[in-house]
């Protein structure tokens, strides 16, 4: 069985403050790790994936995320918050053949 | 990578009818996902749909309410029947492009926004 958990419906930082969210999973294989980004009327685009190659993963528009296992984490982070970044993010997990589990979502303000 | 058409955009609907969204992927995929958003909340799977196969749908759906077409492989319909305003949603079209590096990587529509009055 798999599981996300997304600390923080919403988080709010200043422009140019770092990114922080978080993300744990629960699965009993191996597992894909995902991090997707919605805008604003549209629909999921993959910001990164994690597929047990380096633990450290880097994305588009600057973010990255980290595998740890030890703690079940997926943190996503970008050093410097743009404006444009304003969206809702949903951590999720697919292993062993099993469909793709979503988090609740984070939604992230970015204050000017 | 994959390019998802969905139409309509958004649609206001009467209670008690039936709504049908399309699905084109501009290559062809095996497998393809309807997921269910609504508002304020993250997805739900409801059904998958294979080419050639009967949708399997997931807990809490049945088909006479979300009954799936799947024609082809870059092809799929769901529709929403006798709508109430609980079916208020935005329902996304998905598909997993599978190769060599099968990560179960998604790609997704821009998505159908439906209001039921």
């Known amino acids: 069985a798999q599981s996300v958990t997304q600390l923080g419906s919403h988080v709010s930082v200043s422009e140019g403050a770092l990114v922080l969210l978080r993300c744990n999973y629960s699965?009993?294989?191996?597992?894909?790790l995902f991090w997707y980004v919605q805008y604003p009327n549209q629909g999921l685009q993959l910001l990164l994936k994690?597929?047990?190659?380096?633990?450290l993963v880097k994305g588009i528009n600057g973010f990255e995320a980290e595998f740890k296992k030890s703690e079940t984490s997926f943190h996503l982070t970008k050093p410097s918050a743009h404006m444009s970044d304003a969206a809702e993010y949903f951590c999720?997990?697919?292993?062993?053949?099993?469909?793709?589990?979503f988090g609740a979502g984070t939604r992230l303000f970015v204050k000017a | 990578s994959a390019v998802i058409s969905q139409k309509p955009s958004r649609d206001i609907c009467q209670r008690g009818t039936s709504l049908t969204i399309q699905c084109q992927v501009d290559?062809?995929?095996?497998?393809m996902f309807w997921y269910r958003q609504q508002p304020g909340q993250s997805l739900t799977l409801i059904a998958t749909?294979?080419?050639?196969?009967?949708?399997?749908?997931e807990s809490g759906f049945v088909i006479d309410k979300f009954p799936i077409s799947r024609p082809n492989l870059t092809f799929s319909t769901l529709t929403v029947s006798n709508m109430s305003p609980e079916d208020s949603s935005i329902y996304l079209c998905?598909?997993?492009?599978?190769?060599?590096?099968?990560?179960?990587?998604?790609?997704f529509g821009e998505g159908s926004r439906l209001t039921v009055l």
């Open positions: 290559s062809q995929v095996t497998m």
């Open positions: 999720a997990v697919s292993a062993g053949g099993f469909k793709t589990i």
């Open positions: 749909a294979n080419q050639g196969s009967e949708a399997t749908y």
């Open positions: 998905s598909v997993e492009l599978r190769g060599l590096a099968n990560t179960g990587e998604l790609f």
């Open positions: 699965s009993s294989v191996p597992p894909y």
């Open positions: 994690y597929t047990s190659a380096a633990t």
